[in-house]
């Protein structure tokens, strides 16, 4: 069931007037779609903080009252300010509760991987949404994909992902979503270098070690005439 949001409809235009609405805690907006004339409202921050409180987040199907007319519609695009984060303009798109939408679903991991654990691995999502195609009423909050069984070298692909029925993935279907990352570092045993022949400091002979040929005996050493 929509979850419903008032409105208001009149707003000027203009950055200087969303600037006032803004630091009076009201988000400047634009409803549209299905052939509908745009209509520019405000909503209050904090109504639609609580709209989208709910596990569908930014995916809830919203009921917009504007004016007299109430519409079902969900969020198209936030605009957030660059520094504060804070919302600044919403884009309502007006939808049919029986027509198929396309949405971007975020994407959780369940289940603990032990094999890849027990190898040095690490599961990773490599990406956060998938997009799929549903009507409102089969949209999913997330998609759920149990990691239990994966093994160092596997990988899930966009075709494997069970998704709820009436639901369809958009996309390559080979497209990697998740893989295994490895951790360990295998340790290197450090090169010693072999010492090189008459290299300075080399090793005198051992205690009753015969010279080599041509070498005089210690103590014998004549001085230069």
Known sequence: ???SLKTKIG???GSSESRRLVLADQIPAVVYGHGMTPVKITVDRRDLRVALAGPAGANTILELEVGDAKYPAIIKEMQRDPVKRVVRHVDFMQISLTELITMDIPVHLKGTAKAVLADGGLVDATV???QVRA???NIPNEILIDVTNMGMEDVIHLSEIE?????TAVGDPDL????VLTTKIEEVAPVVAAPVEG???AAAPADGATPAAGAAPA???KPTA
Request: no cysteine.
């Open 1 to 3: 069931m929509p979850t």
């Open 11 to 13: 707003r000027t235009i």
């Open 128 to 130: 956060n949404t998938i």
């Open 135 to 137: 009507t409102a009423a």
């Open 163 to 167: 998704l709820p029925a009436g639901v």
């Open 176 to 179: 990697v979503i998740v893989t």
């Open 199 to 201: 290299e300075a400091g």
């Open 219 to 221: 103590g014998d050493a």
